[in-house]
């Protein structure tokens, strides 16, 4: 099992329009600073007009951070995905998250189906896994009926319960119905705030353990250190009027989140074993 950030971790550190962006390089030396030994670059488009030669000094430079990559997007059509693919080969990559949908694209369960039975054979010869992630422009079930009908151990499911609160699918029924699929987690706690004047609530992010997401229940239930399942931390951070707030915030929380996580891991894993033990005598 593999703990690390996604490139949502930095989405103001990143961002475009940020007056002192830093690159994937910086934010794969700040993750690996934390602990992290997988960093998923996660809807970062511009990964797609890099060259080859580009991407073998990423891969390189991950290597030796003792990183493993991951790789997101949004879409299901063939050709986006073969691209994806033969990014994930420059960058050894074995796992790519994505969505059914773009936001110019929603194509029916039935053109959904079409799309990745026609290219899940060339996933399988390069092993990487597609993981369709639950969120809430898609329901939970019909992307479990896609991977179901699919039946292959390299389609599966990008657990991120919190997205689904949005269409009213709770994050406990979201991981019981998801988890014998689950590929991959996105870890990010969440809370509801009420609005000015009390006029409707906001759901944005929190550190991690300080909101709504039950973290023992959910990895209870899909059980990430026995099936290898890689957990990723995102942020649901809030813009906070200025850039260099949100980069200062953004990257207390990638720090105090990663801490959580791997301080989890740990007195989890000691619990485990100890259980196995005593159940040996």
Known sequence: MKTGLSSYAYFWRLHDQNPSPVSLYDALDDSAQLGADVFQICDYPQIESWSDGQLAALYQHASRLGITLELGTKGIAPAHLRRYLHIAGELDCRLLRTMVNTPDHRPSQAQALDYLTEVLPEFIRQQVAICLETYEQVPTCHNVELVKTLDSPWLGICLDPANCVAALEMPD???????PWVL???VKDFTFSRR?????????????????????????????????????VEHWLPWQGDFATSCEIESRWAQHNMQYLLQKNASLTTSDTSKESNHAC
């Open 184 to 186: 991959n987690w996105h």
């Open 196 to 232: 000015d004047g009390w006029v409707g609530f906001t759901l944005s992010g929190c550190p991690q353990g300080e909101g709504l997401l039950d973290y023992d229940a959910i990895r209870e239930r899909i059980q990430p250190e026995k099936r290898n399942i890689s957990q990723i």
């Open 173 to 179: 029924e979201v991981a019981t119905l998801t988890a």
